[in-house]
């Protein structure tokens, strides 16, 4: 490691054509030159965009020369694998990501490199304490994050993070990993190292939407679930002995009825309501059973997270 940079800066990129100029200039007004006893590597991963991102990164290399890397992706592998792919490649003593379109303020970086240098502290979070967003994003965001808390790690802040800073420490314990289907916020959180929060509000997106969907949050959510905790198994385990155990009394019921004569149920449709429900219960714990194969299979697999194209340095 180059012992020279003290903080990496990582930017995922992905469709941010318009913006990519803007953050990087506030970055260096704002953190770069109050910092000047510092040294800086500004690194932007370009997810596969398909707009002009990549031109609009080159032209801000040829005006910065060696204090902006490109990482380009050989095609969009999401912003978890454009995360990792930014620590491989970080040389710094810390590393801090942050989105590319203005949303999170990058004056904060200065307040996370004080408690990182000035405090010991290993990760800085910065964690949405509101967010200028539609209704639904805020209450989907919000429904995943409380799930995540209560599933896999109660410390995840309410709101959630994407703006942080971790050591090198802490960012070689995350690479050793090397996981499928990685949870990046939960992987920090589990290192258990001290984590100073430092809580914003996230501002409007001024150019573009955000091509962070309502299916990858889901995708995301149960990476979080399954990655992390027991729930699933416990649930599928709990469901299968609250089931056996209402058969067992109503079979035992049946018996009774009959040895005295009597059918206590009639007719096709309570047969098939019970055949439906069962049926119902059996197929959903499969799919449960099926995600963790998959996961199992995937991590088997050892495929690369991500393919880089090309390095621009």
Known sequence: MDQNIHCSIIIPVYYNEGTLAKTFDYLKE???????????????????????SLEELMRVKKENGDLVKIIKFT??????????????????????????????PPELINEMLNHHFN??????????????????????????YKL?????????????????????????????????????QGQ?????YNVKY??????KREIGKSKWSFSKKIKYLI????????????????TGIIVSIAGFI???????????????????????????????IQMLMLGVIGEYLWRTLDQARNRQPFIIDKIYE
């Open 30 to 52: 704002e953190v770069i030159k109050k910092n000047s006893n510092r040294i800086f590597e500004i690194i932007f991963i370009d997810d596969g965009s398909g707009d002009g």
């Open 75 to 104: 095609r969009n592998f999401g912003q978890v694998a454009a995360v990792m792919a930014g620590y491989q490649h970080a040389t710094g003593e810390c590393i801090v990501n942050i989105s590319a379109d203005l949303q999170d």
């Open 119 to 144: 405090n010991d502290y290993e990760i800085i979070i910065c964690h949405r304490e509101d967010r200028d967003e539609s209704f639904f994003r805020k209450t989907t965001s919000g429904i995943f």
């Open 148 to 184: 995540i808390r209560k599933l896999s790690f109660p410390n995840m802040p309410d709101g959630g993070f994407d703006f942080a800073l971790i050591s090198n420490r802490v960012k070689e314990n995350i690479l050793s990993k090397r996981e499928a289907n990685p949870f990046w």
């Open 188 to 192: 920090i959180l589990w290192t258990g």
């Open 198 to 203: 430092i809580p914003y509000e996230r501002k």
């Open 223 to 238: 990476d979080g679930v399954m990655s992390y905790s027991y729930f699933p198994l416990r649930l599928m385990s709990v």
């Open 250 to 280: 109503y079979a035992i019921n049946i018996l009774v009825a009959r040895i005295f004569g009597a059918v206590p149920v009639k007719g096709w449709a309570p047969l098939m309501i019970m055949l439906l429900i069962l049926s119902g």
